[in-house]
């Protein structure tokens, strides 16, 4: 391993040009990745707070006791998808009607809003196979006129999540082939300058694996270099879209560090496919 990783390192140094190079055309590969990524992230957190937004509202016929009320809320806080059942009185509903459309203040003077039992359901329940079988346990009660759940709403944040996750991932395969593209480029562009003393080693008796070694360990580096660069260059991208544009989040620790395993595992990939290549033509 030794051996490896300085014949690698005499690599750089003899070709500090090109190495340089070959780092910066990965890391730029990467950050068209990167920048992929964090859309990808940020229309997911999006998605995810939309999707915190989804509710069950059950309304209460007029004149049911507010024992009844209160037990049934209880029930269905006890459903396995129910995060939180509230009760909603007549006072509570005109209250929040007049909070939340002011501009309608005066719509509401004298008027009667029924009650309610407002269900927030727990992460992995909000789909709309999940909402409609809580909605229809919620309708078996005698003394609920009505439940609503903004039906179409669910449907489409959901159809839009499909869309994305395919987008999402069939863009992240496509960057990822050309990234692997251009990162065998650089190292096939490597492995030609040294084209006299790979023949000169194989005369002598080296074996493939002996002078494929720090080839594949040149890729791995350059792709960690190139991954901490398009780290940054995303990172400051990202600084500039939050100055002028809009607030976005960037990804965490364990992401950046898949990515710079990521970069490592293109770079080897690369390394591997150009030299083995080159080496069935030697």
């Given at each position: 391993?030794?051996?490896?990783?300085?014949?690698?390192?005499?690599?750089?140094?003899?070709?500090?040009?090109?190495?340089?190079?070959?780092?910066?055309?990965?890391?730029?590969?990467?950050?068209?990745?990167?920048?992929?990524?964090?859309?990808?992230?940020?229309?997911?957190?999006?998605?995810?707070?939309?999707?915190?937004?989804?509710?069950?509202?059950?309304?209460?016929?007029?004149?049911?006791?507010?024992?009844?009320?209160?037990?049934?809320?209880?029930?269905?806080?006890?459903y396995p998808e129910v995060q939180r059942a509230m009760l909603v009185t007549q006072e509570q509903a005109l209250a929040r009607a007049q909070r939340e459309?002011?501009?309608?203040?005066?719509?509401?003077?004298?008027?009667?809003?029924?009650?309610?039992?407002?269900?927030?359901?727990?992460?992995?329940?909000?789909?709309?196979?999940?909402?409609?079988?809580?909605?229809?346990?919620?309708?078996?009660?005698?003394?609920?006129?009505?439940?609503?759940?903004?039906?179409?709403?669910?449907?489409?944040?959901?159809?839009?999540?499909?869309?994305?996750?395919?987008?999402?991932?069939?863009?992240?395969?496509?960057?990822?082939?050309?990234?692997?593209?251009?990162?065998?480029?650089?190292?096939?562009?490597?492995?030609?300058?040294?084209?006299?003393?790979?023949?000169?080693?194989?005369?002598?008796?080296?074996?493939?694996?002996?002078?494929?070694?720090?080839?594949?360990?040149?890729?791995?580096?350059?792709?960690?270099?190139?991954?901490?660069?398009?780290?940054?260059?995303?990172?400051?991208?990202?600084?500039?879209?939050?100055?002028?544009?809009?607030?976005?989040?960037?990804?965490?620790?364990?992401?950046?560090?898949?990515?710079?395993?990521?970069?490592?595992?293109?770079?080897?990939?690369?390394?591997?496919?150009?030299?083995?290549?080159?080496?069935?033509?030697?």
């Open positions: 391993m030794p051996r490896t990783l300085r014949d690698a390192l005499i690599t750089f140094q003899r070709s500090p040009l090109l190495s340089a190079l070959s780092i910066v055309t990965i890391a730029f590969s990467l950050f068209a990745f990167g920048l992929f990524g964090l859309v990808a992230l940020n229309i997911r957190d999006v998605l995810n707070r939309l999707e915190e937004r989804v509710e069950i509202r059950a309304f209460v016929a007029e004149g049911t006791e507010p024992e009844a009320m209160a037990v049934a809320a209880g029930d269905v806080a006890r459309l002011g501009e309608f203040r005066d719509v509401f003077e004298g008027a009667t809003l029924p009650a309610s039992i407002d269900v927030q359901l727990k992460p992995g329940f909000r789909d709309p196979a999940a909402v409609r079988r809580v909605a229809a346990r919620i309708r078996a009660f005698t003394f609920i006129d009505d439940v609503r759940y903004g039906e179409d709403w669910i449907e489409k944040l959901y159809a839009l999540r499909n869309v994305a996750g395919v987008a999402g991932i069939a863009l992240g395969l496509t960057f990822a082939c050309v990234s692997m593209i251009i990162i065998g480029t650089t190292i096939r562009m490597a492995v030609l300058a040294r084209a006299r003393e790979i023949a000169i080693m194989r005369l002598v008796g080296a074996t493939d694996d002996f002078i494929r070694r720090p080839f594949l360990l040149e890729g791995i580096i350059k792709g960690v270099l190139g991954g901490l660069l398009a780290l940054l260059m995303t990172y400051v991208a990202r600084a500039l879209i939050n100055t002028y544009l809009i607030q976005t989040v960037f990804f965490d620790r364990r992401v950046a560090l898949l990515g710079l395993l990521f970069g490592a595992m293109l770079g080897f990939m690369g390394s591997a496919i150009s030299v083995g290549r080159h080496l069935r033509r030697v």
